[in-house]
Each structure stands twice: as structure tokens, then as C-alpha cells.
């Protein structure tokens, strides 16, 4: 039915193909973005059962990030953590594509953050949600304080798949 192909690069003629083989099926194309980076990748075709397959995408880690797909509910952002690709969140990806200006980043260190490293000072790690409750601010407020407080290299992220943990640079 399906045969196991193997791919170095991002090729248009092959993802019409790939389109050909899979139009009538269940699936969700993943279409590489056509600019740089180039994605290596290795598509891999398993058959389920007689009616059903599934493309499996091995995507070995890259030096140059982050990588975008488009998928059919848009454009979403990967990353590697140990032999995983996760689906970063939106604070990583912007932390990602803002980290990439050299430049230094500010923040006025008031009354919230300073409850926010007591907070860290007894508890390992906060996330998005926790922190959004803890200083009683909407979570996109929150978001935006977590990604400002990880570009000035106060906190880090750590990526996981149940969501991200933000947890202080210095102990």
C-alpha cells in the first residue's frame, strides 16, 4: 500500500505527492514552511489497518530555532527537549524570536515581582496559571511579565508536556 520514504530536506514535489497519496484519507498535513531554516526531516508511512495509515515525521534536532509548521488550524512552533519535540507555548515562541536581538532587556522590579521571587523562594517553579492567581493580573498580563522577566535572564524556561515551568535563574 504505503511504502517507507525517506526525505533530506523540505521538496514541494514531494509534498504534492504525499498530498496525491493521503487526499482521501484521515489525516492532518504538515506543510514546512517554505523559508529559511530548511527542515530535515524523515517521513515514515504506517499501516493501522487496511483502510487507515499514519504518516510518523522524525525531525532530528536543529542548531538554528525555532522551526515552524503549518498545520490545518495554523502555524505552530517546535522545539526539542531531550529526545522530544514539543509544541512550544506562545511565551516560548516569543521568548524565542525576541531573544535573537542582542540587546539587553529591562524591567522595573516593583511589588509583583517581588512577590513573585518570595513565591519562588519556597516553591522550585511557577506556571503561567499559578502566576496569574498568585499576583491577582490576567494571564495574558502574566504572560507578558514571565516572558520579560525570562529575557532579562531572572527566570528560565523549562518546556515539558504538561506546560511550561518558569523557575529563578539564581538560587
Known amino acids: 500500500m504505503f511504502k517507507i520514504q525517506e526525505v533530506n530536506a523540505?521538496?514541494?514535489q514531494q509534498v504534492k505527492a504525499l498530498q496525491k497519496l493521503v487526499k482521501d484519507g484521515e489525516h492532518q498535513l504538515l506543510e514546512f514552511k517554505k523559508n529559511k531554516p530548511i527542515i530535515p526531516f524523515t517521513e515514515t508511512f504506517i499501516n493501522i489497518s487496511e483502510n487507515k495509515q499514519?504518516?510518523?515525521?522524525?525531525?532530528?534536532e536543529s542548531n538554528v530555532k525555532p522551526h515552524s509548521i503549518k498545520t490545518n488550524s495554523g502555524w505552530r512552533t517546535?522545539?526539542?527537549v531531550n529526545d522530544q519535540c514539543l509544541q512550544a507555548s506562545k511565551e516560548l515562541t516569543e521568548v524565542l524570536k525576541r531573544s535573537k536581538k542582542k540587546s539587553g532587556f529591562q524591567f522595573t522590579y516593583g511589588d509583583q515581582e517581588k512577590l513573585l521571587m518570595q513565591y519562588l523562594e519556597v516553591h522550585q517553579f511557577i506556571t503561567l496559571i499559578e502566576c496569574a492567581n498568585l499576583l491577582k493580573i490576567n494571564k495574558w498580563r502574566a504572560s507578558r511579565k514571565l516572558i520579560l522577566l525570562?529575557?532579562?535572564?531572572?527566570?528560565?524556561?523549562?518546556?515539558?508536556?504538561?506546560?511550561?515551568r518558569y523557575v529563578r535563574v539564581f538560587q
Open 10 to 12: 523540505y521538496d514541494p
Open 54 to 60: 499514519v504518516i510518523k515525521y522524525a525531525i532530528p
Open 78 to 80: 517546535f522545539i526539542r
Open 150 to 164: 525570562v529575557l532579562a535572564d531572572v527566570l528560565k524556561i523549562e518546556p515539558s508536556e504538561k506546560g511550561d
